[in-house]
Every structure is written in structure tokens, then in C-alpha cells.
């Protein structure tokens, strides 16, 4: 079935006329005292919550908060780590201001928001990365905001293409759940680049769920879930804009712009401009360590809201130009010969991108816990690159829609969501002199419900059906439970089946800077999980020091899993699970406070990741994943002068061990129970950063990979790129040395 992008932009345009219901909300910011002469400074992370109940939210990047009004209790509580709780009633008004002073002493009131801060009212297990988290490094992009996050990790696919990939619970994120806003972004064709397309300056904040999420949002959330918030069309900050440059020669440019036109209108408009031009090889094997690329992206958003209506719409669209490969390569001569008479080896991608979302509602005053919205998105992804003389080219037209309804069952204490949704999928791709079509349809509907008993246990038991055009019905039922053992300990526990159909080709894009053969040993069939964790939140004071220790466990277990066999030199196979799969993540952390303005993170994180190899080849092998680390540890320290006028931070990383193949062609690759693999040898990495902020500018000096670590030779035959020993999908540490940055942020404020 074919579909072609203008009928998606009829769909949206037909949306956007459609009012839809959603709960009567109350509204408001939550500030802190930011010095003596009390200027109010917002306090992004804050939890707000109606007392004796767990209905609440938490206070955005901006400080900025929305929570549906309770029909048990009109006293709304704001809390935070370090801070005193503050309670208003509410009786009439729908917009409220609160401002909260330190805990450790009524006259001091000079004290800052924490990085990063766990949702004290989610049934699962969440993270809130806020903006102040995201300053502490240069977060040129989604892929780069995570170097102070003990969770996610990200690393480069290979050493060429430039693509990232993060990790979380041991295993790749095209099995975590990437949204934006709420609307599936990451995820098919766009997983190759994807982390790169989102600019640092257009996040406010960033939401990072362990285990299976809600089936509300979809059945794609196998290991966890990421929903990105951008700048609103209403923020505070009219004008923000960001300059950075490194010594790499990598330059960015971001302008932010946010004007309230009348009483109901706004408009935003996101735009970001970065390049690469300077050839840099700095480990001499005559490939350039970073490609050239050039990225052009823009959001142009529209926010109405009155008191009967609320409609969000916008377009986004990119276009990103790079190329890689041998120092010498140029685009425009492909076939050019080096001076060793032999053909130059290059890698190209050119991606063009467009979207059009909306999010429409209609307000009910009368019932504050009735809610109905509709999320709509079309897009259109694509492709056109080379692997030397290799062409791998893609089109991904894509339609989504999610209808949801909430409302109680008797009183507030019983609540639940359902709706409809739908997945439209149209892939094309052609690799060498192959071409696959496929076309996903798939219409579902989901019911969760929620159990509120008080602020002390809460119940969520959701599940939702799916009838794919191509793989049948699938159901998928998820359970979160949390229990408050005191006011300051929660006990979480998450169980939930996940359901996803992988595209080899974009997901392991490294692997094909290679002169591997690409082999489909079947028909691959879709990826089938089951997820089962728990984790522990305990916040206490240590003499004083307000901290914070996290303790999880999280289990996967494969059904079915795309295997991607790597382990003979020369082949690339492609071919369905038939035994054992699993993914087992241990993670303790700690949070605290020692001083006012000192923030210290300590984390340790354990993997054991296996997956069963060689079933097509007659063996069935129980191997640990390749190029998964067992261990990691994570120490960040970050330290501010009164208001802000200085700010340090400094993270070190220490990655563990793993296993890599060794295609050595002199040891015997034919059997899986003696395989020969190396170990690939733990490594320190240090990043740090100095921030000067003044009334409307900061101005910030850092350093990534500041020990200077690389990994020797990441490309395997870099002397004959075009003979049988060519990989450079096997990376596993920097490629490139030590990089320095800076950059200046300028903002004006309504």
C-alpha cells in the first residue's frame, strides 16, 4: 500500500479543527529566592502535588507547573530536596505563584535547583534531566545531553559515519521508547541520525523512564522510555540565542525567538545552523576522524488557549549534508584515484526531513477530572548515502495519531485512561542492488487504570491491543506499582511486555563502512520483550546533607530478538532468536548536597547481557553481547558561586571492559563454542566545564575526553579500504582525541 505526503497534510489540516476536551487546570510557577535583595529566580524539578492525593506534576525548566484540579483536596503542596515545603489553598483562581526558601536555615535563601531530581509522584521509575543539568556541558544536540546521567550512555557506532547510539538497561535504544512531546520521533530510518537532529538549545527538559512505560504512548517501549520536551511557543525567554565552536573546527550557531501575540495567541520559532568543514585525522591511518557535515533545522510552532479551547501546531524541517571516509575524498569526484593508484574511499549521507504536528484540546471547567486529546503527527524521512561504491538509500513516510480519554470511576482515588491510536509505516529501501518494501498499518486501543490510595501506594495496570497488517494482533499488558514506605522511601516495581519491528540496515548503519556481505539468513521477524524491574528511591539528610540514593534492578527477557552476527569476518547475518536472550541492569546512585551550591553524583552500574548465537549454522551458543561494557562508574561534582556568577562542574566516567570480535583471519571462526574474541580494555573519560553568567549572558569554557584517550586503530585495514579486512564498525572508546569548546549564551526575558 502506498501513501503519498500531501494526503498526510490533509489529515492534520482536518485535526486542527477538531476541539478536544482535557482537565481543568490549575497553573502557576514555582521560584526561589535567588539573593538577598529577593529577586525570584524559577525552580525547575519542584513537585507539586494536592495534599493527601499522588495527583500532581513537576515544574519545568522554566518553573512552570500545570496539575489537573482534585475533587479530594484543595491544598496544593510544593516540595524539593533542600527546600521547605510550601502549601496554598486554592479556592477560586486557577493560577498560583509559589516561592520556596532553603530548608537548612530560615534566614538563608541563596540556594539552586538540583541537576537532576526523580519524579516523586510517577509509578515509574523517571528522571527529570532539567536545563540546568544541561548547561553543566556544551549538549550541542540530544546525543551529547547525557554525560552527567548515570542511565544513558552514548557512544559513537563506528568510525566513520559519525552516528551515535545511546544505551540504557544493556542494551541498544532502538529499544527504548524516543518521543518528543509525547509523539514517537527516534525510531525507524531516523534511528541512524536521529540523536543528532534535536539541537541542547531547544530542550527544556528531558524525562528518562526505566522499563516498560505506559501503554498509552505505544508498544514500542521495551527497555524504557525518553520524552524530550522543547521550548514552548509561551516560555519566559523571548530571545535565546547560542554560539559554540571547538578546536575540531565544528561551528553552531541557535536562535530561539518566543512572541505572545495577543491574550490567546503565541508563536515560537526554533532554528539551528552547524557545520563541519576541517579534515581532521589525528591517529594518521588517512581517515578523517570526524565527517564533514552541514545541518540546517527549524521548528515554526503556533500555541492558541482560551478558556473553552487549547490547540498546539507546528512544522519541523531539516535538511544535514556529511561526509566521511579517506582524508582525500572529495563528493564531486567519487571515482577519483589516490596516489597509490587505488580508489579513494568515501562515505556520504544527505537527509531532508519534514513534519507537521498538532496537539488540539478542549477545556471543561465543570469537570476538572474529565480529560480528552488528540495527538497527531505526519513525516517524512528521507535518505540518500554511499559506503564507497555501495549505495544504501531510504524513504520512511510515517502518519500517527493518538486519541485519549481519562476520566474516574466514583471518586478520584480510581481514575483511567483509553483510547485509539494509530501507526501508518511506509519504508522503501534499497541496499547494493536490493530493494525492500514495507508498509506497517496498525490500528490499536489501549485502557490503564489507576489505583490512588492517599500519597501512599499507587497502582497502574494498563494494556493495550494492536492489529498489525503484517504480524497479527499483538497485546501487550503492563503492571507499575509503587508503595511510599515513609515519607521519604519509595518502593517501585514495573512488569510489561514490549513489541517492535526492527530495520537491520538503519540500526546497524556502522556496520556497513565495511566490505562485510550483508546476509538475511531468514525472514526476520518482529521483536518480542518482556521487562520486569525494580528500584528504590530514599531521600535523607546527612548531618545536614540533603541527598538522595537510587537503587534499581531491572530484567529483559527476549521472546524474539533481531540477532546482528558479526562474529565471522567478512559477513554481516541477519537472522531471528531461537533459544535465550536477556538483559540484567544493576545500578546504585547517590545524590547529595554537602554545602549549599555543591552537588555531588556518584554511580555505579552493572550489566550482564547475553544473547544465544548460531542457531542458522547448526550451534546454539550462549554468548555475552558484543561491545557491551559489564561495568561503569560515574562521578560528577558541580559547584556555583552565590547567583550563578561561577559555575564548575567535572565528570568522570570510568568504562569497564567488554567484549569485541577478533577477525584476525589466522584463527578459526567455524564454531561459535570457540569462537576467538578479545577483550577491549577499561578506560578512563574527563569532561569539565566553567561557566560565567552575567545579567543576560553566560559565557562557557569546557573540555571533553580531557585525558586524551583513543581507541588505537578503530578501523580495521584502513590501508586497503576496498580489500576483504575493511571494518570500521568495531569502536568502542573516542576516536578522536581531546576536544576543546567554547560558546556564549545570550537571553532576554519577557
Known sequence: MKFQFPILVTAIAFALSVGLATAQSVTGTVYELADAAASKVPLPGANVYWAGT????????????????????????????????????????????????????????????????????????????????????????????????????VSYSDAVTGAKQIQMLGLNGTYIQTNVENIPSIRGLATTFGLNFIPGTWIQSIDVGKGAGSVVNGYESMTGQINVELQKPDSREKLYANAYVNNFGRAELNLNLSHKLNDKWSAGLLTHASTLRNRVDNNGDDFLDLPLYTQ???????????????AQFGVKALHEDRTGGQVNFDPEQPSKIGPNGSPIYGFGAKINRLEIFSKTAKLFPNKPYKGLGLILNASVHDQQSYFGFTPYNG????????????????????????????????????????????TESVPGAFFEYTYNNLDKFTLVAGSRVDFHNLFGTQFTPRLHLKYQLDNNTALRLSAGRGFRVANPLAEYFGNLVSSRA??????????????????????????????????????????????????????????????????????????????????????????????????????????????????????????????????????TQWNGKRRVPNLDPGYDHTSYMNMPTDMAPAFFNFNAQITRTFVKWDV????????????????????????????????WAPVVGRMIYAGVRYKIKR
Not at 569554557?701 to 568495531?730: H, K, M, S, T
Open 700 to 731: 562557557y569554557l569546557g573540555g571533553e575526553n580531557l585525558g586524551n584517550y583513543r581507541q588505537a586503530n578503530p578501523i580495521i585495514g584502513a590501508n586497503d579500504p576496498f580489500g576483504q579486512r575493511f571494518d570500521a564498525g568495531i569502536v
Open 296 to 310: 540546517f533545522n527549524a521548528v515554526q510552532r503556533w500555541k492558541y488557549q482560551s478558556n473553552k479551547m487549547m
Open 54 to 153: 499522588t495527583l500532581g506534576a513537576s515544574t519545568d525548566a522554566t518553573g512552570q507547573f500545570s496539575v489537573p484540579r482534585s475533587a479530594q483536596s484543595n491544598q496544593l503542596v510544593v516540595s524539593f530536596v533542600g527546600y521547605r515545603n510550601d502549601t496554598l489553598k486554592v479556592e477560586g483562581g486557577s493560577e498560583v505563584e509559589f516561592v520556596l526558601r532553603s530548608a537548612q536555615s530560615l534566614d538563608e535563601v541563596v540556594i539552586q535547583a538540583n541537576s537532576t531530581t526523580i519524579d516523586r509522584l510517577s509509578p515509574i521509575q523517571t528522571e527529570i534531566i532539567t536545563s540546568r543539568a544541561l548547561a553543566k556541558a556544551a549538549c550541542c544536540n540530544l546525543s551529547e545531553s547525557f554525560e552527567t546521567n548515570a542511565s544513558v550512555s
Open 518 to 651: 550483508v546476509v538475511f539468513r531468514e525472514q526476520i521477524r518482529p521483536e518480542v520483550s518482556w521487562n520486569y524491574g525494580a528500584s528504590l528511591t530514599k531521600e535523607f539528610d546527612l548531618a545536614g546533607w540533603p541527598g538522595t540514593l537510587i537503587v534499581d534492578y531491572y530484567r529483559t527477557n527476549f521472546q524474539n530478538q533481531l540477532v546482528a552476527d558479526a562474529e565471522h569476518p567478512g559477513f554481516l547475518y541477519f537472522y531471528n532468536l531461537q533459544d535465550k536472550a536477556f538483559a540484567n541492569s544493576f545500578q546504585a546512585e547517590v545524590n547529595l548536597t554537602p554545602v549549599e551550591r555543591l552537588e555531588l553524583k556518584l554511580a555505579y552500574r552493572l550489566f550482564d547481557v547475553k544473547q544465544t548465537m548460531g542457531e542458522p549454522f547448526g550451534e546454539s551458543v550462549l554468548l555475552p553481547r558484543m561491545m557491551v561494557n559489564r561495568d561503569r562508574v560515574l562521578f560528577n561534582i558541580g559547584y556555583a558561586l552565590p547567583y550563578d556568577k561561577w559555575k564548575f562542574d567535572f565528570t
Open 395 to 438: 524513504r520512511q513516510q510515517t502518519l500517527y495519531g493518538n486519541l485519549i480519554y481519562q476520566s474516574i470511576i466514583g471518586n478520584t482515588n480510581h481514575s483511567f485512561k483509553t483510547g485509539v491510536s494509530y501507526m501508518l509505516d511506509d519504508y522503501s529501501e534499497r541496499y547494493r542492488d536490493t530493494t525492500m518494501l514495507r
